[in-house]
């Protein structure tokens, strides 16, 4: 009640509450800080590049070896994939953190133009967003790429004839109807893990509080 | 009850239409920092006045409470007791998304490290206050290029923080903090930064802008060039206002120096 009064009397006064920007301006502001960052944000999607391009090799493999594979071997492949992706996101999180604190005194100036904290959190994920988008789709080409390499190299299919050693075929499946199946496995897991990674760093980055501008130590 | 309710109306006259003379009341106001086990007592019961188009310079000694006084009322920190009125608003009631409009549109900030931000042109520094305050692009993009021509810098409307001068970007800085047409231009350390004669520049640009667009100005600040362009110096030692003084008092005692 009397908490609702003095709001009145606030608005009296002119003061609102501050209206939320579009997602269009946090596409914008993710967009040059991409940008001029682009060294570090190579880096950062490195790693979530890297663990999607063994993922997609994995896949192929396992495609290509089809019902030959050994549960044991399948069993060990998949535990070496969720943990190649486990450090990927341990990675990310590290990178995103540090990126958080460099832009300590950005994000307090930011705050007092009149940033909302949202706004803070919506630019991190997006940011994120696309770049593990990006970074998957190029880490599924170059890993399917090197797995039909790496077949054709030592000859897999010529040399274990079908029906011995080999039942299945350099075929990237499909997903629900859609083709090349693990291209949006790849991208879907890796665009998933990269934002689930920066979630708490972009939090942390939205705490930051205002008077964080003044500071002349970071 | 009876006695509150022509205080209440008072208030509510004050607060609508024409303000108060006032842009900062502060009243009583403490802070403690909890250090580990030792609680810290930044301000121990400050209050101070200060009038619409007032240019104030706060100064102290590091250590001495005047950047937490300086956070309190610039909208940045909230006091453990004591209430600070902003523009006859108290910062007490605001919620988040309250204050965060309130910075937006009656503050405006200068930082000893000029805070541009980076992947911005100075067009787009200037104009980000105005798009945090949901202007539109076309009318943002004007008022800047307006408070860039103010601030002589209408020749590098699109240049990056990094390709200008320390002067240049506090300039730009300068400009950004108007951009909203605020009530209050805090400035801390504003010429923290920057040489002798840029700094001289500097706080001669801020006394001309708290004249021509009639913003008040709170500085905190260590350097003894501010004293000449203050109207009012407020000196802030162990948590306490140590003492106050007019500009006009401070001429007369430095004219009697100069003639004898």
């Known amino acids: 009640m009397s908490a609702n009064n003095l709001a009145h009397i606030a608005a009296d006064r002119g003061i609102k509450k501050q209206v939320a920007l579009p997602l269009s301006k946090a596409v914008e502001f993710a967009w040059k800080s991409v940008r001029i960052r682009f060294a570090r944000s190579l880096i950062t999607a490195g790693g979530i590049f890297l663990g999607i391009a063994f993922l997609a090799s994995i896949l192929l493999d396992k495609s290509v070896k089809g019902a030959d594979i050994e549960p044991s071997e399948a069993a060990r492949l998949n535990w070496l994939v969720a943990l190649s992706l486990a450090v990927c996101v341990v990675g990310i999180t590290n990178s995103m953190l540090m990126s958080v604190s460099e832009r300590f005194r950005e994000i307090g100036t930011m705050k007092c133009l009149g940033a909302l904290s949202q706004f803070i959190v919506k630019i991190f994920m997006i940011e994120a967003i696309a770049m593990g988008a990006i970074a998957s789709g190029f880490g599924w080409a170059v890993g399917t790429l090197l797995m039909i390499l790496t077949k054709i190299v030592i000859g897999v299919p010529k040399t274990a004839p079908p029906g011995t050693t080999w039942h299945g075929s350099l075929d990237i499946g499909d ?37 964080a501008a003044l500071r002349t130590d970071v | 009850m009876s006695t509150q309710a022509p205080e209440a109306s008072e208030q509510s006259v004050r607060g609508s239409g024409s303000r108060t003379e006032y842009v900062v009341r502060a009243k009583d106001v403490t802070k403690v920092f909890k250090m580990g086990n030792e609680e810290v007592h930044a301000l121990k019961g400050i209050s101070l006045d200060i009038k619409r188009g007032e240019y104030i310079s706060i100064m102290g000694p590091s250590g001495s409470g005047k950047s ?19 523009n006859d608003v108290d910062m007490a009631q605001l919620d988040a998304q309250e204050l965060a409009f309130l910075r937006c549109h009656t503050i405006g900030y200068i930082f000893q490290t000029f805070n541009l931000i980076p992947v911005m042109t100075a067009l787009e520094n200037v104009m980000l206050p105005t798009v945090f305050a949901g202007m539109p692009a076309e009318e943002g993009q004007n008022r800047a290029i307006e408070l860039l021509n103010m601030v002589e810098l209408g020749h590098r409307l699109h240049n990056k923080p990094s390709q200008l001068s320390g002067g240049q970007q506090q300039r730009v800085a300068i400009a950004r903090s108007l951009a909203n047409r605020p009530s209050i231009v805090l400035a801390d350390e504003p010429t923290g930064n920057l040489d002798e004669k840029t700094g001289i520049a500097i706080i001669s640009l801020l006394r001309e802008l708290n004249k021509k667009e009639n913003v008040t100005i709170i500085s905190a600040t260590h350097d003894h060039k501010m004293v000449d362009v203050s109207d009012r110096i407020v000196w802030i030692r162990d948590g306490r206002v140590d003492k106050i003084e007019n500009r006009a008092d401070i001429e007369i005692s430095v004219g009697s120096i100069g003639h004898h």
């Not at chain 1, 199946?181 to 205002?210: D, E, H, K, M």
């Open chain 2, 68 to 86: 937490t006084f300086f956070n309190m009322i610039g909208g940045l920190d909230k006091p453990n007791s004591g209430t600070v009125f902003i």
């Open chain 1, 175 to 211: 997903l629900f109807g859609l083709p090349f199946g693990s291209f949006w496995v790849c991208v879907g897991l890796g665009t998933l893990l990269t934002a689930i990674a920066t979630y708490i760093p972009a939090r942390q980055a939205a705490n930051i509080p205002p008077a």
